[in-house]
């Protein structure tokens, strides 16, 4: 089993739809969370952190669920500019490192 | 804004040839990193740096070694390039907000 998990999609939507991603992660010490993003041939940046409580940037909310070990992001009202790939980051406690999903690839249509 | 840079976009080497990345960021981060990012495998970790001269193995150091010999510098070294390291290698720097990574552009290296 992979340590972070998400759905490689890529997940087609009209713009305005609401579009929901889910990640699972296999190590229940994990400590911090985080959702990057990544478009087409560029690197990755900070979209958001994860708190236990949910949080909401925007059109974003992000929400953690420690008991069954995954965290979702959904995105309202989507944008052609939402396009790209989300991944999954996961700080499992271990020093320094993070640990990256493979990413959910989102592609927003007209 | 902090920035992170990689000496190159694109690479192409020989196998066998010795190959050297560098990455350099201006902010004075002590946390430094390699990834190597493929299709269906995601963003891997090779290895990191914590300060000058130190350094750890990631999640897959083999067929490489890593230089840090000043802070805003961070190399990694294919010693013996072979062709299962034809991938994106992208560097990453951590100041002292642990949540964010900051990526360089990326190095596109192809070994033939």
């Known amino acids: 089993r992979k340590e972070v998990e998400q759905d490689p999609g890529p997940f087609n939507v009209p713009e305005g739809a609401t579009v929901a991603f889910n990640c699972t992660y296999s190590?229940?010490?994990?400590?911090?969370f985080f959702w990057y993003r990544q478009d087409c041939r560029k690197e990755p940046k900070l979209l958001m952190s994860?708190?236990?409580s949910g949080n909401e940037d925007g059109r974003f909310t992000a929400q953690l669920n420690r008991a069954s070990q995954y965290i979702s992001l959904l995105i309202r009202d989507s944008k052609l500019s939402d396009s790209a790939t989300y991944l999954c980051?996961?700080?499992?406690?271990?020093?320094?490192?993070?640990?990256f999903g493979t990413g959910t690839q989102l592609k927003v249509e007209l | 804004d902090v920035k992170v840079t990689q000496s190159s976009r694109y690479l192409v080497k020989r196998t066998g040839e010795k190959v050297f990345l560098e990455c350099v960021q201006d902010?004075?981060?002590?946390?430094m990193f390699w990834y190597r990012q493929d299709p269906g495998l995601g963003l891997r970790l090779i290895y990191f740096s914590y300060d000058v001269k130190m350094k750890e193995k990631g999640d897959i150091p083999e067929g490489y070694s890593v230089s840090r010999e000043k802070k805003e510098r961070f190399s990694l070294i294919l010693e013996s390039a072979s062709t299962n390291q034809t991938s994106m290698y992208l560097c990453a720097s951590r100041g002292p907000d642990r949540r964010i990574q900051y990526f360089g552009a990326g190095t596109r290296l192809s070994v033939l």
């Open positions: 190590n229940s010490a994990s400590q911090s």
């Open positions: 980051v996961v700080n499992m406690g271990e020093g320094n490192k993070l640990t």
């Open positions: 994860v708190y236990s």
């Open positions: 902010m004075d981060h002590e946390n």
